[in-house]
């Protein structure tokens, strides 16, 4: 009982740095997987970068003509599978059939920063304004 009385803290933080480091790893490829989508398609992707929900999702008209509705592609539930809070200074980054971010309404082009925390441990992921992830 002692021995896991002593171990308990340094689990706890190391399971909260992995947690925090896995979760960027998770929002660089959901970055790559939009740029990708958007090449393949040829048409803009959607990079929605849901603070509130703590979500990252993928989406892209996948229609053969063009001018359906998104569908979504792929999602990361930071907080379900990590327990990770997610935070960004832009809600939804787009992708023109390039791969290169693109300022069109509702996107500004800006890029963003985006934050992750669980517990003492945060990390960003920057995304440049033209839609690459800067180490």
Same mark, same amino acid.
């Given at each position: 009982?002692?021995?896991?009385?002593?171990?308990?803290?340094?689990?706890?933080?190391?399971? #909260?740095?992995?947690?925090?480091? +896995?979760?960027?790893?998770?929002?660089?490829?959901?970055?790559?997987? /939009?740029?990708? /989508?958007?090449?393949?398609?040829?048409?803009?992707?959607?990079?929605?970068? +849901?603070?509130?929900? +703590?979500?990252?999702?993928? @989406?892209?008209?996948?229609? /053969?003509?063009?001018?359906?509705?998104?569908?979504?592609? #792929?999602?990361?539930?930071?907080?379900?599978?990590?327990?990770?809070?997610?935070?960004?200074? @832009?809600?939804?980054?787009?992708?023109?059939?390039? #791969?290169? /971010?693109?300022?069109?309404?509702?996107?500004?082009?800006?890029?963003?920063?985006?934050?992750?925390?669980?517990?003492?441990?945060? +990390?960003?992921?920057?995304?440049?304004?033209? #839609?690459?992830?800067?180490?």
């Amino acid at each position: 009982m002692v021995l896991l009385g002593i171990a308990a803290p340094r689990l706890t933080y190391v399971s #909260g740095r992995v947690a925090v480091g +896995d979760a960027r790893s998770r929002v660089t490829s959901s970055v790559a997987a /939009a740029r990708a /989508a958007a090449v393949r398609f040829g048409r803009v992707s959607y990079l929605i970068l +849901d603070a509130a929900g +703590d979500r990252v999702l993928v @989406q892209v008209d996948t229609s /053969a003509l063009g001018g359906a509705l998104p569908v979504t592609l #792929g999602m990361v539930d930071l907080w379900e599978e990590l327990s990770v809070n997610l935070g960004s200074t @832009q809600p939804l980054l787009c992708f023109d059939p390039r #791969g290169l /971010a693109v300022a069109i309404s509702p996107c500004t082009g800006e890029g963003a920063v985006v934050r992750l925390q669980r517990g003492e441990f945060t +990390d960003s992921v920057v995304v440049s304004a033209i #839609g690459r992830v800067v180490p």
